[in-house]
Nanobody, 124 residues
């Protein structure tokens, strides 16, 4: 199983980016997907998850209302739409398989089979 992220880049504060997570070796109706990020000098943190069963979603408080996760089962790809970006959103963003099934939380400890990451830089 493998996931590959893309779509990162440099964006000004207040701007938007859409990240993609392409899955191979499995389908999105079998495994859930989570997004996490790691800023320089900081620990990796969970950002969002989407369930394989019914598309239920979870968001970290820091991105709630600004980020939106979605999936295209036909393309076997998960997207993370990031709006109203802030400098503190600067990080390497990763997607991974997770066991999330719609619970209130999506712990980072459940993430597995990480992608290589894509850099997001928010700066003027």
């Amino acid at each position: 199983v493998q996931v590959v992220e893309s779509g990162g880049g440099l964006v000004q504060p207040g701007g938007s980016l859409r990240l993609s997570c392409a899955a191979s070796g499995f389908t999105l109706d079998v495994f859930s997907i989570g997004w996490a990020r790691q800023a320089p000098g900081k620990e990796r943190e969970g950002v969002s998850c989407i369930s394989s069963t019914d598309g239920s979603t979870w968001y970290a408080d820091s991105v709630k209302g600004r980020f939106a996760v979605s999936r295209d089962i036909a393309k076997n790809t998960v997207y993370l739409q990031m709006n109203s970006l802030k400098p503190e959103d600067t990080a390497v963003y990763y997607c991974a398989i997770t066991g999330y099934t719609g619970e209130r939380l999506c712990p980072l400890s459940d993430f597995d089979s990480w992608g290589q990451g894509t850099q997001v830089t928010v700066s003027s």
